[in-house]
């Protein structure tokens, strides 16, 4: 027997139109091979909505967000704003707002190569070979969204770099479960030597830990986890880390993976999940139709498994982008020299490719 659910598809700007169009037809195909009962709405959020709205989450995909079983999301941004640090609205905000109103504090950011990317990476293969990391970055705290302020002359600004215990706890829950799934290792990155807030976020970790001595756990200075990521990948299992600190060591992560273009991830929390690439609208490639579309499509699978419980589903679409790069097929953000020119492809072939090896 197949399942019904309602699914909310934000495409966002930039690229984010062009991929997750990718990750949808997927989520299509797994409906139709499995019989289940997929139900599409879609809503805007971003530059887009600022510019049909003035709101960069207008109410209507805030109320549709809440009204679907998970949600499917592209990427926000323009470079009108990033070029105007004076703009008061910003596409920005409504990612921001959309993760606070759903409670999404935890942005779970897997990072495994696939066999056939090694040599995508600016990173050398020995290194590489076997590195899998687990990121829980912490998603609705954090100098994010403590209070901002700008003095009347306009000379100095600050942003509150706050947690709460419970933010604390409820995050480093989640990883410590997930690190018993895993290897049983749990780094906690913080810069506990230098900022309070960090303090706080050891301590409660250090906490939580007792609960879990089946879990190997250690504290590591985010300037020093920055540089062991690269050193030594394999070192890591499950990372978890505050919302800055997290948002940075990923987009670093993305190069274990080959590409910034291949990273997937799922904000989870309260209630309904959220699924996105962890890149952003990507002004430099945008319209010109050669975007990645495969962190796209390995969203479209964590939100199979993680918000449906559909594991079978999940693992056939991590199949079909397995097959799809051991066919030799790549953007062009994963190729290199040695690719034959009929082997390098646009998002729309590419997307296709991988469907072709859904069905
Ligand atoms: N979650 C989001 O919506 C999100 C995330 C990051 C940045 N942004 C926004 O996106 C805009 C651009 O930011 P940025 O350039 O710093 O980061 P970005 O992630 O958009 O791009 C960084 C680099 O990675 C490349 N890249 C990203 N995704 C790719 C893909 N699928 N295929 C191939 N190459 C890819 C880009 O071409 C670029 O060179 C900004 O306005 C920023 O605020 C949004
Ligand atoms: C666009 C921005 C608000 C966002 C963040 O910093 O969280 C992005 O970089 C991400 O990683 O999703
Ligand atoms: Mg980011």
Known sequence: MGIAKKILVIPGDGIGQEVTAWGKKVLEVIAANYKHTFTFDEGIMGHVAIEATGDPLPAETLDKARASDAILFGAIGHAKYDNDPSAK???????????????????????????????????????????????????????????????????????????????????????????????????????????????????????????????????????????????????????????????????????????????????????????????GSAHDIAGKGIANPLASILSAALLLDISFGLKEESQRVIRAVDATLKQGYRTMDIANKHTPNDFLLGTDAMGAQVLKNLN
């Open 89 to 279: 609205v910003r596409p920005e905000q409504g990612l921001l707002k959309i993760r606070k109103e759903l409670g999404l504090y935890a942005n779970l950011r897997p990072i495994k190569l696939f066999d056939d990317l090694l040599q995508a990476s600016s990173i050398k293969p020995e290194i590489l070979q076997g590195a899998d990391i687990l990121f829980f970055r912490e998603l609705t705290g954090d100098v994010y969204f403590g209070e901002k302020q700008r003095s009347e002359d306009r000379a100095t600004a600050s942003d509150l770099m706050i947690y709460h215990k419970y933010e604390v706890e409820r995050i480093a829950r989640k990883a410590f479960e997930a690190a018993r799934t895993r290897r049983k290792k749990l780094c906690s990155v913080d810069k506990a030597n230098v900022l309070e807030a960090s303090r706080l976020w050891r301590e409660v970790v250090q906490e939580i830990a007792k609960d879990y001595p089946d879990v190997e756990t250690e504290h590591m200075f985010i300037d020093n986890a920055a540089m062991q990521l690269i050193k030594d990948p394999k070192r890591f299992d499950v990372v978890v880390t505050g919302n800055l600190f997290g948002d940075i060591l990923t987009d670093e992560a993305s190069q274990i993976a080959g590409s910034m273009g291949m990273l997937a991830s799922a904000s989870v929390g309260d209630r309904v999940g959220f699924y996105e690439p962890i890149h």
